[in-house]
């Protein structure tokens, strides 16, 4: 066989920071979660509430967990972006979470 018999495999477009933002902020929405998605330099945030900000290279979503290590510093919740409902589901939980410790002021609760 020549090299111009030989089939290569399309490459699959990467996805995205941002797509990968995008995602999880739709999927969030199936948990009654509203969240912002702001994105550059290769790396996209999903803005969800107080003290909760996921942050995606498209690869992984990272975020707060609320648990700080034995020298005091925070852990980071990891999820691979391929997983967006599972990742939409632990997120939510954390949001449940926040809200009872940050909620809505008043001049918001409209």
């Known amino acids: ?3 111009d018999q030989l089939v290569y495999p399309q490459r699959v477009p990467a996805v995205t920071a941002a797509r990968c933002a995008e995602r999880l902020r739709m999927e969030l929405e ?6 912002d998605v702001h994105e550059g330099y290769g790396l996209a945030l999903v803005s969800v509430w107080v003290e909760l900000v996921v942050w995606t290279d ?3 979503f990272r975020w707060r967990s609320g648990r700080t290590s ?5 852990v980071y919740a ?3 972006a391929s ?3 599972a990742t939409a589901r632990r997120v939510a939980h954390r949001y449940r979470q926040l809200r009872r410790i ?8 409209g």
């Open 1 to 3: 066989m020549s090299a």
């Open 30 to 35: 199936q948990y009654g979660v509203a969240a």
């Open 58 to 60: 498209g690869r992984w």
């Open 70 to 74: 034995a020298s005091r510093r925070p």
């Open 78 to 80: 990891f999820a691979p």
């Open 83 to 85: 997983d967006v409902a």
């Open 102 to 109: 940050y909620p809505c002021p008043p001049y918001l609760a």
